[in-house]
């Protein structure tokens, strides 16, 4: 099956400083890439997603890369605020169920 | 309605009762699953139900027993449960031609004593 790898576990960054975290995955034919946010109490909220067939999408101060060949994928915060404080977990999918990374908590200081 | 509703929001149940978790989703969407979650760790697949058939069943034990009564609706029945079986339980639903989107409910936060 699909081995996802998430890093890091814990992320700890300034108000203002941009967060970066990244996955790498196992299986070349998974085609969707998702990230969720799971704020304290809370379900997973899908916050962006990329297919295999793009290599960067952008949401405002979000964004995540895809790099098919090397088998990872990345999400970028900028500007990071307090309220982008929480768990983020990367998803990947192959042909028919979601795969889920171990997690990232990222607290934002003020 | 984009939404998928999970009731009870919280359920406090001792080691000998019986009691139900309840989804429903009225999107179209014919995939269903239900999901376990402890305390920041990943969502853990239990069960998925595609055109409301039992498709995957993750090894769980049986004292967890799913059904769909119909393309809305998803059920999990709870019985003789353990004191580890305490966690956020998450249903979800995706769409049949979609890329692979999961849309989660709110959970169900049960605390079995």
């Known amino acids: 099956g699909e081995n996802v790898e998430q890093h890091p576990s814990t992320l700890s960054v300034q108000e203002g400083d941009s967060a970066v975290i990244k996955c790498t995955y196992s299986d070349s034919a998974s085609n969707y890439f998702p990230w969720y946010k799971q704020e304290l109490g809370k379900r997973p909220q899908l916050i962006i997603d990329i297919r295999s067939n793009v290599g960067e999408k952008k949401d405002q101060r979000i964004a995540v890369t895809l790099n098919k060949t090397a088998k990872h994928f990345s999400l970028h915060i900028t500007e990071t605020q307090p309220e982008d404080s929480a768990v983020y977990f990367c998803?990947?999918?192959?042909?028919?169920?979601?795969?889920f990374g171990r997690g990232t908590s990222l607290i934002v200081h003020p | 309605d984009t939404e998928v509703t999970q009731t009870p929001k919280h359920l406090v149940m001792g080691m000998t009762n019986k009691k139900s978790l309840k989804c429903e989703q009225h999107m179209g969407h014919r995939a269903m699953y239900w999901y376990k979650q402890k305390a920041k760790k990943p969502p853990e697949l239990m069960f998925v139900y595609s055109y409301e058939k039992l498709s995957i069943n993750e090894s769980v034990p049986s004292r967890f027993s799913p059904e769909c009564p119909n393309s809305s609706l998803l059920n999990l029945h709870l019985h003789a449960l353990q004191p580890e079986d305490s966690a956020l339980y998450l249903c979800?639903?995706?769409?049949?031609?979609?890329?692979?989107?999961?849309?989660f409910g709110e959970g169900s936060r049960l605390t079995v004593l």
């Open positions: 979800a639903s995706s769409p049949p031609r979609g890329a692979g989107e999961l849309f």
């Open positions: 998803a990947v999918r192959g042909s028919y169920i979601p795969t």
